[in-house]
T-cell receptor, first 112, second 117 residues
Framework: EDKVVQSPLSLVVHEGDTVTLNCSYE??????LLWYKQEKKAPTFLFML????IEKKSGRLSSILDKKELFSILNITATQTGDSAVYLC????????????FGTGTRLQVTL | GAVVSQHPSWVICKSGTSVKIECRSL??????MFWYRQFPKQSLMLMAT?????????EQGVEKDKFLINHASLTLSTLTVTSAHPEDSSFYIC?????????????FGPGTRLTVL
């Protein structure tokens, strides 16, 4: 059975701090790992990673995948209160189904 | 691009009634759409994969006769919760896969919050 584990489950930081969110996985026929941000509604897409060692960056957010050790990290630098959300990691299999298996998420709260 | 809409945003209904939720891809064609359910403070659980022009594929433990899925066109999939009961109250989210992307990228609709009294 596919498994995606995120850590920590929840954290609170002060504005300006840097955070690292972790995602480890066990999946048959791995194809891609995706990060999403979920505020009050549905998840919004952040990154898709398919290759090891190549960092993807968007503003203050960055992410990297390690396919040998089966994990990914999401970094957020200079956090702002608007970064408060649940961050979801999902892993996709190869094949026509293209289903995603989601982790339970990391709830990030950024305080002033 | 890659915008997905859902309707309604939230719905309250009486126990025993049926509720239909629509999922539309607004600026692209989606041969495959997915339906998820999310309970409070939990992650997304895939319910079924909806394929245009064919029967949906349901995940283990999801009742096909209770959650009817119809994907009649390349831009519309519907989920009907039949004879809804309070335990069906949840946040239902659809997503659509862009084209023939083999890398699993999915874009999500804004979700529908269902409350069954």
């Amino acid at each position: 059975e596919d498994k995606v584990v995120q850590s920590p489950l929840s954290l609170v930081v002060h504005e300006g701090d840097t955070v690292t969110l972790n995602c480890s996985y066990e999946v048959t026929n791995f194809r891609s790992l995706l990060w999403y941000k979920q505020e009050k509604k549905a998840p919004t897409f952040l990154f898709m990673l398919t290759s090891s060692g190549i960092e993807k960056k968007s503003g203050r957010l960055s992410s990297i995948l390690d396919k040998k050790e089966l994990f990914s990290i999401l970094n957020i630098t200079a956090t702002q209160t608007g970064d408060s959300a649940v961050y979801l990691c999902a892993v996709g299999r190869g094949g026509t189904a293209s289903k995603l298996t989601f982790g339970t998420g990391t709830r990030l709260q950024v305080t002033l | 691009g890659a915008v997905v809409s859902q309707h309604p945003s939230w719905v309250i209904c009486k126990s025993g009634t049926s509720v239909k939720i629509e999922c539309r891809s607004l600026d692209f064609q989606a041969t495959t759409m997915f339906w998820y359910r999310q309970f409070p403070k939990q992650s997304l659980m895939l319910m079924a994969t909806s394929n245009e022009g064919s029967k949906a594929t349901y995940e283990q433990g999801v009742e096909k006769d209770k959650f009817l899925i119809n994907h009649a066109s390349l831009t519309l999939s519907t989920l009907t919760v039949t004879s809804a009961h309070p335990e069906d109250s949840s946040f239902y989210i659809c997503s659509a896969r862009v084209g023939d992307s083999s890398y699993n990228e999915q874009f999500f609709g804004p979700g529908t919050r269902l409350t069954v009294l």
